[in-house]
């Protein structure tokens, strides 16, 4: 059996979009096929270069690439996240949505310049809620 995949997933701990990204993944031929990293606000702790989250995520990544192969890393952030004080901090969706993007692209390049060779996603995720229920959708960002 092979022991290689083709990504990494980092994702926030945020159980209502586990399903929802899993899902997703599937959708795009990643079924079985991705290593898991879930930390609170995803690369936040990154971005803001906070030495126990940066030396985490790093360690991470490295070993999917050496163990698995992996060609791949989705950073995978989402709306109304509390690690970053949820819809609440912002004063709208938009400056919400400009931050998550910031953050993200400040990841890519971390990944990137750590990890030449590997294809760095950027995918945002948004919830609504609908009926009593989360509606889960997600933005490939370029
Ligand atoms: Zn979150």
Redesign the pocket.
């Known amino acids: 059996m092979s022991h290689q995949c083709k990504a990494l997933i980092l994702q ?3 159980f209502r979009f586990h399903s929802a990204i899993r899902d997703f993944l599937v959708s795009l031929g990643l079924k079985d096929q991705y290593d898991l990293a879930s930390l ?3 690369a936040k702790g990154l971005v803001d270069k906070n030495p126990a989250s940066v030396e985490l995520l790093l360690q991470q990544a490295d070993i999917s690439k050496r163990l698995h192969g992996i060609t791949d890393v989705y950073i995978i952030h ?1 709306m109304d ?3 970053y004080g949820g819809h609440a901090a912002f004063v709208s969706v938009e400056e919400e949505r400009t931050k998550q993007l910031g953050d993200m692209e400040a990841a890519r390049q971390v990944f990137g310049e750590t990890f030449p060779g590997l294809t760095i996603h950027k995918i945002l995720a948004r919830i609504e809620e609908k009926d009593g229920k989360n509606k889960i959708d997600f933005e490939m960002i370029q």
């Open positions: 926030c701990i945020d609170a606000g995803a989402h996240c509390g690690a």
